[in-house]
């Protein structure tokens, strides 16, 4: 077992989906390690890389000219063989035969889960960093990624809005958000959406159909509809045929963004939360800190438990959802 004294190794992974900031949050890791005299190990592909022994001693030039990239350079992967404990076993090896000391981890729950169990089993030092687009993680105001992919959508929904008003269409725009709805929320009120469906608000048709309807009334020749892929109502095309088969006059088209929102250079606001956490994260195991996600609150750094970090689900805001609704007339 490993106990917690002062960090010689540390390794690094990236795991689940990726997300813009991951390059300039492995930066951080491995520069403030560096500075402290610790050495950093990077795994490719996440748990699959620990476990198949797939690894880079990174040094402060190994990440040179990555904080602009999104993506990852120690790409990731979703580990199935990791939920199996002779995997990890032979994850928690491979560690040990590096002498590794602690282990830093970004990803999302997924990640979050193989690090309690490698924990709780092994007896390993883990930190976690919140990197996922969907910014569904309790503990943080903002998860790395977020930013990006939100000004990824509005960039894109901008353009759409260009075309729908040119040819009076109803445009359905599906974005990313299968168990949260935040991109959704937030890019709908930036770009002035007539409607917002995302998976925590039942969708009822009903006053969708009205809502549009008002609108026609109202003369609106043109309108956004943000779609949250969770939506319980079953995705844009699904809703978009709904529309279709109430209404005759509605010229409607479908776009589904897809994994356009993962990828691109982070936005300075992404750099900058990576490379705050990325700190945070090793200072946390030279503390002796193991078991707990670091996030930003009001501003400040702050350390969640695994546990907290992965049960409790934050809540898309009343107040924004309200917002949506009075500014979408």
């Known amino acids: 077992m490993f106990t917690f004294e002062r960090m010689k190794k540390i390794a690094l992974i990236t795991s689940g989906g990726d997300a813009p900031g991951m390059n300039a949050c492995i930066r951080a890791v491995v520069r403030t390690a560096v500075y402290n005299d610790v050495e950093v190990f990077g795994f490719n592909k996440g748990y699959e890389g620990m476990i198949d022994n797939d690894f880079v001693k990174l040094e402060s030039a190994s990440v040179a000219n990555i904080l602009q990239r999104g993506g990852t350079i120690l790409k990731s992967a979703r580990s199935q063989r990791f939920f199996e404990p002779e ?90 958000g299968k168990d949260a709805g935040f991109i959704a929320l937030r890019s709908g009120i930036a770009t002035g959406a007539e409607a917002i469906l995302v998976p925590e608000v039942p969708t009822l048709m009903e006053e969708l159909f009205n809502k549009l309807d008002h609108g026609r009334r109202s003369n609106k020749t043109s309108g956004i509809i943000i779609v949250a892929e969770g939506d319980d109502a079953g995705g844009a095309q699904v809703v978009a045929q709904k529309i279709k088969d109430r209404f005759d006059h509605f010229d409607i088209r479908v776009s589904i963004l897809g994994h356009m929102q993962r990828g691109g250079n982070p936005s300075a606001m992404d750099r900058v939360l990576a490379s705050r956490l990325g700190k945070g994260s090793v200072d946390a195991l030279l503390e002796g800190k193991s078991n707990m996600m670091v996030g930003v609150i009001n501003g400040e750094l702050h350390f969640t438990e695994f546990d907290k970090a992965v049960k409790h689900h934050k809540s898309v805001k009343e107040s924004l959802l309200n917002l949506a609704e009075i500014l979408s007339i």
């Open 87 to 176: 995997f990890r076993q032979q994850a928690a090896d491979n560690l040990r035969a590096l002498g590794i000391d602690g282990l830093v981890a970004i990803g999302g729950d997924g990640t979050f889960r193989g690090a309690n169990m490698l924990i709780e089993e092994q007896g390993i030092a883990v930190i976690g960093i919140p990197g996922t687009i969907d910014n569904d993680m309790f503990g943080t105001d903002f998860t790395i990624g977020y930013d990006t992919a939100l000004n990824t959508v509005v960039e894109a929904v901008d353009k759409i809005r260009d075309t729908a008003a040119s040819h009076n269409r109803l445009f359905l725009i599906e974005v990313m």
